[in-house]
């Protein structure tokens, strides 16, 4: 096989792709003819490592990871809940005019404009904590 030895698909000659001289099915033939010898079928590009990692779908190979991410969550849950009303109560005055000193947000805002702005002045000051905080916690 004079013609595979310049390559099995193809080879560079002066710069350009040059396809083989025979076509895929005769050298298939060849190929085939060879193996049936007994011998060995030196073109073949070296095989690599087998893949050992298990395909399947996610959901079956870290259901068991998932269940425990979630015990550890609901152990959680208590204080991301008091967290979580905490940082409503912090948002429950909505600055619509605000008169509170400092505050960046103009006394024409409206609430059903497109955006709802929250003034964090008057929220978080000692006066809004106090009533709020013991009817709630």
């Known amino acids: 096989p004079g013609e595979l030895g310049k390559g099995v698909w193809g080879y560079w000659e002066l ?3 040059k396809p ?12 085939k003819e060879v193996l049936l010898a007994g011998e060995d079928w030196a073109y073949d590009p070296p095989r690599g490592e087998m893949r050992t ?5 996610k959901v079956d190979c870290i259901a068991a990871e998932k269940r425990a991410n979630t015990v550890e ?7 991301m809940l008091l967290d979580y009303k905490r940082l409503q109560l912090r948002l429950l005055v909505v600055c619509t005019g605000c008169r509170a000193r400092g505050c960046r947000w103009p006394r024409g805002r409206r609430p059903g404009s497109r955006r709802t702005r929250v003034c964090r002045r008057r929220t978080t000051g000692p006066s809004a904590w106090s009533s709020l905080t013991r009817s709630m916690f």
């Open 73 to 79: 969550l609901m152990k959680k849950m208590p204080q």
């Open 15 to 17: 710069g350009a792709w």
């Open 53 to 57: 990692k298990r395909k399947g779908n």
């Open 20 to 31: 083989l001289g025979i076509s895929g099915r005769q050298r298939a033939r060849l190929r």
